[in-house]
């Protein structure tokens, strides 16, 4: 199995389920395609496979791959699950649903375990994995901060729907940052407070806290906006706006 080429393909081919930006999908046609079994094929192939073969410029890419992938192998119960009044998203994030080289990962395993180097999830008291996990010998050399714009959860406020390629992964996440600061963060009033994603709340210590979460944010908002906040250098605040759990249908 070579799941750089594999995988990526077989993604790429669900892309017609989403809008333009790969954000509002069309759940019901895309949990009755093909495409969809295809997927589960290759990720079932994954149970045999050697994470350690992957190459180390690849690791990340893989990883969020397959994170993605099972979001989408796995539609109809991310549906019952986002249409819930009040979603249960830590059961399904939680719940193991894959197995590669024999060892089961949840979506938690996938993100916080290996992706964040076994990192603690928003809300909870322990990381994904103990010490010994055999798991942790594949977690990428560096953590690249942007990871947390790849990921899609079918949420409203998620990162869009991307396929992700080890040759071009660093254009690919900077594009991906963008889009989402872009799109969700808000420079208010006049310029004093910057209105900025859960995600960045949530993983403020991943970009170094209060004044890396603004530095992040500043890099990559228009310039319009940009002008407007630097002229309070040294004030700006901080607003975390909500994230909206409900199921973003095309």
């Not at 890099?219 to 250098?233: F, Y």
Request: hydrophobic fraction near 45%; charge should be neutral.
């Amino acid at each position: 199995m070579d799941p750089d080429r594999e995988l990526p393909q077989a993604l790429a081919s669900m892309a017609k389920y989403f809008d333009a930006e790969g954000r509002a999908c069309d759940w019901a046609a895309l949990r009755a395609s093909r495409e969809r079994g295809h997927l589960a094929v290759i990720l079932e192939g994954l149970e045999g496979f050697d994470p350690a073969s992957v190459r180390i410029a690849g690791q990340t890419a893989f990883w969020i791959n397959v994170f993605n992938a099972a979001v989408l192998r796995d539609a109809p119960e991310l549906e019952l699950t986002l249409e819930d009044d009040k979603p249960e998203v830590g059961a399904y994030f939680g719940r193991p649903r894959l197995t590669i080289h024999g060892q089961a990962y949840s979506l938690d395993d996938l993100y916080h375990g290996v992706l964040r180097g076994n990192a603690l999830a928003p809300g909870s008291p322990r990381a994904p994995m103990r010490r010994d996990d055999p798991r942790l010998a594949h977690v990428p050399i560096a953590l690249d901060e942007r990871l947390h714009f790849a990921l899609f959860r079918g949420a409203r406020s998620s990162p869009a729907f991307r396929v992700f390629e080890s040759g071009r992964l660093d254009v690919q996440l900077e594009e991906a940052a963008t889009q989402y600061i872009r799109r969700a963060a808000q420079v208010e009033g006049d310029g004093r407070v910057i209105a900025v994603p859960k995600l960045l709340q949530w993983y403020a210590a991943d970009f170094g806290g209060k004044s890396g979460v603004l530095e992040f944010v500043l890099r990559r908002l228009d310039d319009a906006s940009v002008e407007r906040a630097e002229r309070h250098l040294g004030h700006l605040k901080l607003r975390t706006l909500a994230f909206d759990w409900r199921l973003h249908r095309r």
